[in-house]
Structure formats: structure tokens, C-alpha cells
């Protein structure tokens, strides 16, 4: 009797595990997810300590340094008016990871409400704005953000604005289909048929359920938004100078590329490895949270 009542238990426990303790658990299995969060946590923490961590002032200049190679006084060489490149990727970190972070909680805090609401009610609201997302959606995500981000005017804050509107549409469209094969489950048609109202029915039993892929899309997301921040900074949408910002980096790099090659490699490298970590990030988590993955 006991031997068959330690795999019910056994079963019961793995049953009634956390969700998000299982996708944890799932998650650490991946050794590139875990690189990636490791990457991802450490540029975080640059970029929150950047004051302290940098060697130097990042726009301070310097004539006797200009397009100095990598030392030891200053590790990744020193650009065209001898400001130190280490200070200014350091620092950098900040505008693209902001960029990233915020314009993404714009394209969640527009586009989940809307995509809620197109799927659920359904009808001529869905009509609306699913031809809305369509026709935002057949313009180019970089060329969208560039004519948003002109419009708006030079500056970080603007940049982020015109990347997060840019984002909209994919939340949009990924929350409605979501929410569509959401609302016809078991669970929403028994909260249905109690008398739930509408609205919480929408918020306490459609949205709980759809929010894992809405998270591993605002992680891939982020890496898009940080290119495009790198992008819009590059031809001078951006953060504007003298304020480091990886794609102004490369920008002021161009120009010396045969006689100092160190001032672009940086910058690139810190987009590249960014822009990676969160895409290793964005596939562990798409595995670990998905329901049908064993």
C-alpha cells in the first residue's frame, strides 16, 4: 500500500509545482539562456554602476590623447578628442539599454490593452484595429521609427517614444491571437457561465494565461529596440552628442576607420553582444515557458 501511494505523491507534487518555478527550473537547463541572462544582468549592472565603473569622464576632452591606441591608462584607446572609449561604452550602456527597456514597456502598455480588447470583443473593434496594425506593419519596423523619431525631434527620450510606437503593432497583433484562443477554454467559459462580467473576465482569467509569450516577445523585442536606438543615434535621432551613445560612437567612428579601428570595434562589440544575450535569452525563455515542451 505504501509502494503505491509514493508515486501518487510524487505525481500530485510535480502537478501542483509552481509555474513559474518549473519554467525556472527549465530554464537553467539551457546553458546559452543562462550565458544570456548572465550577459544581460551584467550589462545591467554596468550601466546602474556606470558612475562608479568608469575610469573617466565620459565627455571630458583631451588634445595630447587624440585617437590614442588601447593602454593602460586607457584599456580601449581614446577617440578623435581624446575622450577615453571605456568611459563612453560604459556609459553608452545606459542610453541603449534604457532605450531598449523603455520603448518596449511603451510597445506592452499600448499594445496589451488593445490587443485585449480587439480579442475579446471582437466585431467591428477588431476589424479597426487589426487594419490598423496591418497597415503599420507593411512599413519597414527601422524605416517606421526613423520617420517617427524625425517628426518628433532630435533626442534619447524622442527615440524612445518612436521605437516604442514602432513596437505597438507586434504586441498588438500577438496579444489578440493569444486572447482568441484564450477566451474559448474550459476555464473562461465556466467563469462565463458564473456570471463573471466581462472585464473581469478579461483581466483575471484571459490575461494571467497569455502573458509567457508576451514575455519572451518583449525580451526579443528589447534586442530590436537596442539596435534601433543604435541605428536612429547613428544618423543623429538619438542621443546627441556629447552624450555617449554606441551608435554615435560608431557614427564619430566612420570617419577614422583605417587610422583608428578600436574606436568602432568597441562600440559594435557592445551591441553585438547585447543584442545576442538577449536573443539567447528570448529562445531559453520561449522553450522554458512553453507548456508543451517536456
Not at 71 to 85: C, K, M, P, Q, Y
Not at 143 to 163: H, K
Amino acid at each position: 500500500m505504501t509502494a503505491t501511494a509514493l508515486p501518487d505523491v510524487a505525481v500530485r507534487d510535480a502537478s501542483e509545482e509552481n509555474p513559474w518555478a518549473r519554467a525556472w527550473r527549465r530554464l537553467k537547463r539551457r546553458k546559452g539562456a543562462m550565458v544570456g541572462l548572465a550577459v544581460v544582468v551584467l550589462f545591467v549592472l554596468v550601466a546602474i554602476l556606470a558612475p562608479w565603473v568608469a575610469p573617466y569622464d565620459p565627455i571630458a576632452t583631451s588634445w595630447s590623447l587624440v585617437r590614442k591606441p588601447p593602454s593602460w591608462a586607457h584599456w580601449l584607446g581614446t577617440d578623435e578628442v581624446g575622450r577615453d572609449i571605456l568611459s563612453r561604452v560604459i556609459w553608452g550602456a545606459r542610453a541603449s539599454l534604457s532605450a531598449g527597456l523603455v520603448s518596449v514597456g511603451i510597445a506592452l502598455g499600448i499594445g496589451v490593452p488593445l490587443g485585449l480588447l480587439a480579442g475579446y470583443a471582437g466585431g467591428w473593434i477588431d476589424s479597426v484595429l487589426s487594419r490598423i496594425v496591418d497597415a503599420m506593419l507593411a512599413v519597414p519596423f527601422l524605416i517606421l521609427a526613423i520617420a517617427l523619431a524625425a517628426f518628433l525631434g532630435p533626442s534619447l527620450s524622442n527615440a524612445m517614444i518612436a521605437i516604442g510606437v514602432t513596437a505597438t503593432p507586434i504586441f498588438v497583433r500577438l496579444t489578440r491571437g493569444q486572447t482568441l484562443a484564450a477566451k474559448v477554454e474550459d476555464y473562461v467559459e465556466a467563469a462565463r457561465a458564473v456570471g463573471n462580467p466581462h472585464w473581469r473576465i478579461a483581466l483575471r482569467h484571459v490575461l494571467p494565461n497569455i502573458v509567457p509569450p508576451l514575455l519572451v516577445q518583449a525580451s526579443l523585442a528589447i534586442a530590436g529596440a537596442i539596435i534601433a536606438e543604435a541605428a536612429l543615434s547613428f544618423l543623429g535621432l538619438g542621443q546627441q552628442p556629447p552624450s555617449p551613445s554606441w551608435g554615435s560612437m560608431l557614427n564619430s567612428a566612420q570617419r577614422f576607420i583605417a587610422q583608428a579601428p578600436w574606436m568602432a570595434f568597441w562600440p559594435g562589440f557592445a551591441i553585438f553582444f547585447a543584442v545576442l544575450s538577449f536573443n539567447l535569452l528570448g529562445d531559453g525563455l520561449r522553450d522554458a515557458l512553453d507548456p508543451r515542451h517536456k
